[in-house]
């Protein structure tokens, strides 16, 4: 026997004398998500391909691809109309919360700024607050009528001739989504970012002064080449949670009007336990994971991979 063969036998047992040490620490993660996502997701497909009925001892026909069929054949094309309000949600509010979570930070962390950990609690308080109650709040502030908040406002500063119907147009409704996401979600990445900055070495900006660089330089040319790595991680979580629309639409507008808010996860909810196609839901779902899978998987190929340093 060569002795690269020896070799190979030699790693393959010590691999797995080590994974077998490791097995009872993370068995029990094992089992959580071969039950509580593995099979989940092996019969969502198995669904998808079938008439299902929810009542128990009903026949469950097997009806091929023709769930696929139905979710594009649909003359309200409500799943292609989903499909573009998930891509514009990543497309609005991605850009919007980095910028947001790192300008947030970088002033917080500034010397001038005092009780940082004040600022921290209070950007990160939305985050662990309930979605129904941040809803209530936004459905309070985009009342109809002059008695909202911001029409009120709008009206009394002069931006406005009259109240707008917020929930009642495309436009205006998706502004209250993007607002109400960024606003539940930018305090993640500003906590994220401030943990980072204090973890910028000093004497780069003393070197900086040093050479004469303005603010603006030493932002530019120190803080974001130093904060790469952490931009990644926030912008691959950023992009995921933004694929992941739900209580953003179910709890504002419920997909109105009609149905021109909807997000892939809403549509599914609805289709699923509103209107009970279940098989049409589920064939929705395979082709959402296939979505969040090839996107995920080119960030970290493109960008996961980088060199960061």
Known sequence: MSQATLSRKSRFRTGLAQWLNALPFIAVGIVGVLVFVVYPMIQNVKVSFQEFNILPGQDSPWVGWDNYRAVFDDPNRKFMIALKNTFLNVAVTVPINWFLAVFFAVVINTRFVKMKVAFRTLYYLPIVT????????????????????????????????????????????????????????????????????????????????????????????????????????????????????????????????????????????????????????????????????????????????????
């Open 130 to 309: 309930s979605w129904i109650v941040v809803a209530l709040l936004f459905k309070y502030l985009f009342a109809d009528g002059s008695g909202g908040f911001v029409n009120y406002v709008l009206l009394h500063i002069g931006i406005l001739s009259e109240p707008i119907a917020w929930k009642s147009h495309y436009w205006s409704a998706m502004i209250m989504i993007w607002l109400f996401h960024i606003w539940k979600t930018v305090g993640w990445g500003v906590v994220i970012y401030l943990a980072a900055l204090q973890g910028i070495p000093r004497d780069l900006y003393e070197a900086a002064d040093m050479d004469g660089a303005s603010a603006t330089g030493k932002f530019l040319c120190v803080t974001l080449p130093m904060l790469r790595p952490i931009t990644v991680f926030v912008l691959i979580n950023l992009v995921n949670g933004a694929f992941g629309f739900f209580p953003q639409v179910y709890f504002i507008t419920a997909g109105g009007p009609m149905n021109q808010t909807q997000v892939i996860p809403s549509l599914i909810y609805m289709e699923a336990f509103k209107h009970f196609h279940f098989g049409e839901a589920a064939a929705m779902g395979v082709m959402m994971g296939l979505l969040v899978f090839a996107v995920t998987y080119y960030q970290m190929t493109k960008i996961g991979k980088q060199r960061l340093f």
